[in-house]
């Protein structure tokens, strides 16, 4: 499984954009990226999922350039809610298996303040 | 929306004693996950089924612990004997089947388990 590196915390205010970029220098062809969100005491929730280039839902965007060697979760206008650990995992379509290893990083703490 | 179930929420035993976790996935997800995450840390694969049959189970600790799925629907997650370094969150996760997805997993609320 392609190996992520993500900051270990950030901080941020009420009502900010937040960037948190993942680094994944050997993504395969056929993997794609994928982010959760995790709050105390839960288990993470899937955010979102995407290939190359920029996906959008009602939560949050995903960048992925065109060498696919990092990408950037894009939380707009975040609130105290959104204080949570977000993970980055890379995963190739078809799931892991067959010797590929789902590993799941530190993650990045992000805190939101008043 | 469908969710996935776990029992019990909480546990607490004492050390050498026997535990057992239980999960319902979401119905029609082939893949279920057993993760353990201790505090501060991401979640730790302990083992992996598509359908009935084990996928991964290279991080489970063998000698204490046993995971079945006998109809490939809920599971068991069993330590036996406990010990204390067993304490931490027990998560299941579940997906649909590996052939059709990114393996977008799908959590539930996890097991606290604390060993005295």
């Known amino acids: 499984l392609a190996k992520t590196t993500q900051p270990i915390s950030m901080d941020s205010y009420e009502g900010q954009e937040v960037n948190i970029t993942c680094s994944h220098n050997n993504i395969a062809t056929n993997d794609y990226i994928t982010w959760y969100q995790q709050f105390p005491s839960q288990g993470p929730r899937f955010i979102i999922q995407g290939y190359k280039t920029k996906v959008t839902n009602e939560v949050a965007s995903l960048f992925i350039p065109a060498d696919r060697k990092s990408s950037t979760l894009s939380l707009p206008r975040v609130s105290l809610s959104d204080t949570a650990v977000y993970y980055c995992?890379?995963?190739?379509?078809?799931?892991?298996?067959?010797?590929?290893?789902?590993?799941w990083g530190l993650g990045t703490s992000l805190a939101v303040n008043p | 929306e469908a969710e996935v179930a776990q029992s019990p929420r909480y546990k607490i035993t004492e050390k050498s004693q026997a535990v057992a976790f239980w999960c319902d996935p979401i119905?029609?997800?082939?893949?279920l996950y057993w993760y353990r995450q201790i505090l501060g840390q991401g979640p730790e694969l302990l083992v992996q089924f598509q359908d009935e049959s084990v996928v991964d189970d290279s991080q489970l600790p063998k000698d204490r612990f046993s995971a079945e799925r006998l109809k490939g629907v809920d599971s068991t997650l069993k330590i036996q004997p406990a010990e204390l370094g067993d304490s931490a969150m027990y998560l299941c996760a579940s997906s649909l089947p590996r052939t059709v997805s990114t393996d977008t997993q799908y959590f539930g609320p996890g097991t606290r388990l604390t060993v005295l």
């Open positions: 119905s029609g997800h082939a893949t």
């Open positions: 995992l890379v995963l190739p379509y078809g799931g892991a298996g067959n010797n590929r290893k789902l590993i």
